[in-house]
């Protein structure tokens, strides 16, 4: 009998695991999600960043992880309000599942309290040591043609640069599969 019940469970795990996308991630999510950007770089644009408490912040340290980089800057108003809120819904479904401790949250802004503010531990909020005007440019560059919404640079594990979700009109959902899809790479 458990023979047979481990070889349901391989037969309905076989369909699953043939249409998971693996290496065609970037590929699968551009042609589901409109709103994302496949940017396949091995180097992401410099940051000198500081927690609240004036601790440097390292994206080399959570090198292990997958960073979800975010930018809000003081002035930019109602778009990065709402992509900040529908980040806080991604946040909130990534640490209630098993990827919890493999994806690290960095919001950089010159605000003194981005909105919204989450207390995640996964969650790190960043000052900029230059103008945010200045590193947000650098990363724009990365999406040269793209909109001039903000951005949400999702960087694998190892640091590879691996897509851009554009504003707030992408699917939150979406995002949990990128994520997750590059939690399983290898």
């Known amino acids: 009998m458990k023979h047979i019940l481990a070889l349901m469970a391989f037969l309905a795990a076989v369909p699953a695991y043939a249409n998971h996308p693996g290496e065609r991630l970037d590929e699968v ?5 409109p709103s994302f950007e496949a940017v396949d770089v091995d180097e992401i644009p410099a940051l000198n960043l500081r927690d609240p408490h004036g601790a440097p912040v390292n994206l080399e ?11 809000a800057p003081s002035d930019c108003g109602m778009p ?3 992509q900040q809120a529908l980040l806080s ?4 479904d990534v640490n209630a599942s098993p990827m919890v401790n493999l994806v690290t949250f960095v919001v950089v802004s010159d605000a003194d309290n981005p909105v919204p503010a989450h207390s995640a531990k996964n969650v790190v909020v960043a000052r900029p040591q230059e103008p945010i005007e200045t590193v947000v440019q650098r990363f724009r560059a990365l999406s040269p043609d793209g909109p001039e919404d903000p951005l ?9 640069h691996g897509g851009i979700f554009h504003g707030a009109a992408f699917r939150h959902i979406n995002m949990l599969l990128y994520v997750n899809g590059l939690t399983n790479e290898h």
């Not at 999510?29 to 999600?33: G, L, T």
């Not at 999702?154 to 640091?159: K, L, T």
């Open 89 to 92: 819904e991604v946040i909130d």
């Open 61 to 71: 340290s959570f090198s292990d992880q997958v960073i979800v980089l975010s930018f």
């Open 80 to 82: 990065c309000v709402n």
């Open 29 to 33: 999510m551009a042609q589901k999600e």
């Open 152 to 160: 949400v640079h999702v960087i694998a594990r190892g640091g590879r």
